[in-house]
Structure formats: C-alpha cells, structure tokens
C-alpha cells in the first residue's frame, strides 16, 4: 500500500490521518481518524466515518452512509454499497469496551450490497458477493453469492448454471468439465420389475479403489458443506437420493454441477476446491475416497489454495 498526500479531499471532509494513498478521492462530510490507513486510489464518498483501527486496501469503493469501526479490515478492489452496517463488539455496553476488538476481514475483490448487516468478527471471501440488505451471521466463502436474514448462500459468481448438466443420459460415459481434474460420470440404469440397479467396478465406472466412505445427509437446506480442496485425495461424489448442487474450482474455471440420480457420480481429482450446497430435505450423498482421513491432506484456505495452485491473485 502506499503512503502520499497527492490525494483529493473535499473542503467539507476531515481527514486526520497522514496514511492515503496517491489518487484516493474523499468526499463531503466524510472523517477518517488519524490512526487509519487508507491504499491508493479509493473512492469514500459522502458521510462515511472511518475509525483508528482500520486496514483499507487499494482501489477500494466505500458508498455514502458507511461507518468502519476499530478492527475492520478491506483488502484491494472491495466494495461496500450505501449504509452497509460493520459491527466489531458482540455484547456492547455503554461506556464499557472490550480488551480487543473483533477482526472483521472483507478479502479482496469482494462486495457488500447496501443495507447489509454484518456481526463483528467475520471473513468476507475473495469476490464473494453479499446481496444488499443481506444480515450476515456466519463467514462467507470465497466466490458464494449471499443473500436474506439470515444469509445464505444462493450461488457461486461466474459459475455455468447446475441446470446444464441435469440432461446427462443415463448410459455409461464419462464427460470432461470446463474444470480441470473434474469428470462427470454416467451409468445406465438397469430397470425391472423387481427395481433399479446401477453397478461400477474398478476400471469400469470407478476411477479408483476406494479406501473410505462416508454419507452426508440430513444437511439443512441453506448449510454449506466442504469448501476445501485435497492435496492427494481423489473422491468420487454420488447423490444416491434427492439432490445437491456441488461447484467445483481449478482456480481458474468454476462450474455448477446439479447431482440428481444415484446414475450420475462427479470424479474429483487432487487439487480441485470443492463445495456442496443445496440440499434437498431428502438428500443423501456418498463420497468414496481414495486414502484413509488425512487432516494434513485438507487445503481449506482459498487464499492458500491459489497459490498452491500458482494462480496469480491480482
């Protein structure tokens, strides 16, 4: 970040602080104390009230009526719409502050609409998109779309729609995805009187040999499940009732892929950031996986996974 004083600032703004970078544009009635630093060329609009406590990236926009408070961090290319409202003490008193203050992160890229209401102490992922008037509760994923009271998450920025892969036909295929390491397979359903069958063998349907499984089901339909990548572990994910939409990320393409029968599995290779969302009541979704549970295997960090990846986060 850097440190000028060739920046713009409005007659009517006071502005405390010697910390704004070069092109930084602050406008009427808007206060920045003096212990806050502010990156290059931002945009504070009219009344916006900015604390001693307060990290502002580079090339950050800040609507009028937005208050950041002691703890609140935006990193580069955020935006924060019209009275959005932070928050940074869970249990406020009159007249009686906490020790230290609760961390608030919005990472980079991301935006939160007008009106939204966050609880002090959360993370904000990169690019996540925050729906205006949204009341956020818990951390958002990088990339998840949120919105309502309390927010949930409704989709994943640039993503294809999961319903373009509910057309799969039930015959024995594996289909590649936009996404690398990611293969949708398809079984054909062997139907008849006495019921439905659907077989996969090792080469024939299995990618690998499984050495685990485990069954995800009775998830609230708003829940979240995974959010992380795998350094080693290949799995292969089959809704084998109801359905879940599953987004799966190479960090560079990202996909929506709807698993809706027991005769579609999605092949996962190591080094794919994954989540499931989506539920339906009656969900219940086998993973088979490739190694015995390995904590050290698990990236959950999006920021660490890029650049596992080498993917340049600019």
Same mark, same amino acid.
């Given at each position: 970040?850097?440190?000028?004083?060739?920046?713009?600032?409005?007659?009517?703004? +006071?502005?405390?602080?010697?910390?704004?970078?070069? $092109?930084?544009? %602050?406008?009427?009635? &808007?206060?920045?104390? =003096? *212990? !806050?630093?502010?990156?290059?060329?931002?945009?504070?609009?009219?009344?916006?009230?900015?604390?001693?406590?307060?990290?502002?990236?580079?090339?950050?926009?800040?609507?009028?009526?937005?208050?950041?408070?002691?703890?609140?961090?935006?990193?580069?290319?955020?935006?924060?719409?019209?009275?959005?409202?932070?928050?940074?003490?869970?249990?406020?008193?009159?007249?009686?502050?906490?020790?230290?203050?609760?961390?608030?992160?919005?990472?980079?890229?991301?935006? +939160?609409?007008?009106?939204?209401?966050?609880?002090? $102490?959360?993370? %904000?992922?990169?690019? &996540?998109?925050?729906? =205006? *008037? !949204?009341?956020?509760?818990?951390?958002?994923?990088?990339?998840?779309?949120?919105?309502?009271?309390?927010?949930?998450?409704?989709?994943?920025?640039?993503?294809?729609?999961?319903?373009?892969?509910?057309?799969?036909?039930?015959?024995?295929?594996?289909?590649?995805?936009?996404?690398?390491?990611?293969?949708?397979?398809?079984?054909?359903?062997?139907?008849?009187?006495?019921?439905?069958?659907?077989?996969?063998?090792?080469?024939?349907?299995?990618?690998?040999?499984?050495?685990?499984?485990?069954?995800?089901?009775?998830?609230?339909?708003?829940?979240?499940?995974?959010?992380?990548?795998?350094?080693?572990?290949?799995?292969?994910?089959?809704?084998?009732?109801?359905?879940?939409?599953?987004?799966?990320?190479?960090?560079?393409?990202?996909?929506?892929?709807?698993?809706?029968?027991?005769?579609?599995?999605?092949?996962?290779?190591?080094?794919?950031?994954?989540?499931?969302?989506?539920?339906?009541?009656?969900?219940?979704?086998?993973?088979?996986?490739?190694?015995?549970?390995?904590?050290?295997?698990?990236?959950?960090?999006?920021?660490?996974?890029?650049?596992?990846?080498?993917?340049?986060?600019?």
């Amino acid at each position: 970040m850097q440190v000028n004083v060739t920046y713009f600032k409005h007659d009517q703004a +006071i502005v405390e602080t010697p910390s704004i970078g070069t $092109g930084t544009r %602050v406008w009427a009635f &808007a206060h920045i104390l =003096a *212990g !806050a630093r502010i990156g290059s060329d931002c945009n504070i609009c009219d009344h916006v009230f900015i604390e001693n406590d307060v990290v502002i990236g580079d090339r950050v926009t800040i609507k009028s009526g937005v208050q950041l408070w002691d703890g609140i961090t935006l990193e580069d290319d955020v935006f924060v719409g019209p009275n959005a409202t932070f928050t940074n003490d869970p249990f406020p008193r009159s007249r009686q502050r906490p020790t230290e203050y609760a961390r608030t992160i919005i990472r980079a890229g991301a935006s +939160i609409g007008a009106n939204a209401t966050l609880l002090p $102490g959360l993370t %904000v992922g990169r690019n &996540a998109m925050v729906g =205006a *008037g !949204a009341v956020l509760m818990t951390d958002v994923p990088a990339n998840a779309i949120v919105i309502g009271n309390p927010a949930f998450i409704k989709g994943y920025v640039d993503t294809m729609p999961a319903a373009s892969r509910t057309a799969i036909a039930e015959e024995d295929a594996c289909t590649p995805t936009s996404v690398e390491g990611v293969t949708v397979y398809s079984r054909r359903r062997i139907w008849d009187l006495r019921g439905s069958l659907m077989v996969g063998q090792i080469g024939d349907g299995l990618p690998f040999v499984p050495r685990r499984y485990f069954l995800v089901y009775d998830v609230p339909g708003r829940q979240v499940r995974g959010a992380h990548a795998h350094k080693l572990l290949q799995q292969l994910l089959v809704c084998a009732r109801g359905d879940c939409t599953v987004v799966v990320d190479d960090g560079r393409h990202r996909e929506e892929l709807l698993l809706n029968r027991p005769t579609i599995g999605l092949h996962i290779a190591p080094m794919v950031w994954t989540t499931q969302f989506r539920f339906s009541p009656d969900a219940v979704l086998l993973v088979l996986a490739s190694a015995e549970y390995d904590p050290s295997d698990y990236i959950s960090n999006y920021d660490d996974y890029l650049r596992l990846r080498g993917v340049s986060q600019t």
